[in-house]
C-alpha cells in the first residue's frame, strides 16, 4: 500500500494551491478517504472526507475554503485549498477514513506566508 500525497509549496495568504494523492494497493473505489494536517508541534488533524459515494465533510476551519474530490479511474483523491490562511501552514497527507488507517505516506508541505 503506497499513499503519494504532491502539489504543496509556498504560497501567499489569500491563495490557492491543489494537492493530489495516488494511492495504490488498495480498492481504492470502496474505501472513504480523508485529507489530514498536522502543523509543527501539533497533532494531526483531520481537514476534508469523501466517502465512497462521493459525499463529503469538512470540519468548520476550512468549510467554504477547501473542497475534496475523488477520481476513482486514476485512484486519486484531490483537495482543492482556497484562501489560504498562515494557520494552513503544515504537511497534508491522504489516507483512508474511518477504521484501519493505512501506512501513513511523506505527505506534502503547504507553507502559507507572506
Known amino acids: 500500500v503506497q499513499l503519494q500525497a504532491s502539489g504543496g509549496g509556498l504560497v501567499q495568504p489569500g491563495g490557492s494551491l491543489r494537492l493530489s494523492c495516488a494511492a495504490s494497493?488498495?480498492?481504492?473505489?470502496?474505501?472513504?478517504m480523508g485529507w489530514y494536517r498536522q502543523a509543527l508541534g501539533k497533532q494531526r488533524e483531520l481537514v476534508a472526507v469523501i466517502r465512497r459515494d462521493g459525499i463529503t465533510n469538512y470540519p468548520d476551519s476550512v468549510k467554504g475554503r477547501f473542497t475534496i474530490s475523488r477520481d476513482n479511474a486514476k485512484n486519486t483523491v484531490y483537495l482543492q485549498m482556497n484562501s489560504l490562511k498562515p494557520e494552513d501552514t503544515a504537511v497534508y497527507y491522504c489516507?483512508?477514513?474511518?477504521?484501519?488507517?493505512?501506512?501513513w505516506g511523506q505527505g506534502t508541505q503547504v507553507t502559507v506566508s507572506s
Open positions: 489516507n483512508r477514513y474511518g477504521p484501519g488507517a493505512l501506512t
Open positions: 494497493g488498495i480498492i481504492f473505489r470502496f474505501n472513504d
